[in-house]
């Protein structure tokens, strides 16, 4: 079993920055791939970035750029820098893992990007 507890959302003004951190309980971290994901009022949850064991990344097309997703196995976390951010990227923003086996999601944290 893993826990993911999300941190470092809130309200930032268009053209800001945030960066969220996941900490993962639980052993084995390094063999999860870790994603970030999103989820904005009346649309469906959509994958933001996600990064291997072997630290490849991938990221949705509209975050390319801006976004950069990284882990420290030694702290079992997860990070996503957001940089440049816009009114549409609001939305709630939830960790996730994924093994062969099971996938895990935090409670997931708000990012608001308003003027």
């Known amino acids: 079993q893993v826990q993911l507890v999300e941190s470092g959302g809130g309200l930032v003004q268009p053209g800001g920055s945030l960066r969220l951190s996941c900490a993962a309980s639980?052993?084995?971290?390094?063999?999860?791939?870790m994603g970030w994901y999103r989820q904005a009022p009346g649309k469906q949850r959509e994958l933001v970035a996600t990064i291997t064991s072997g630290d490849s990344t991938n990221y949705l097309d509209f975050v390319k750029g801006r976004f950069t997703i990284s882990r420290d196995n030694t702290k079992n976390s997860v990070y996503l820098q957001m940089n440049s951010l816009k009114p549409e990227d609001t939305a709630v923003y939830y960790c996730n893992a994924v093994s062969t086996l099971a996938t895990f999601w935090g409670q997931g944290t708000q990012v608001t990007v308003s003027s």
């Open positions: 639980g052993s084995r971290f390094s063999f999860y791939v």
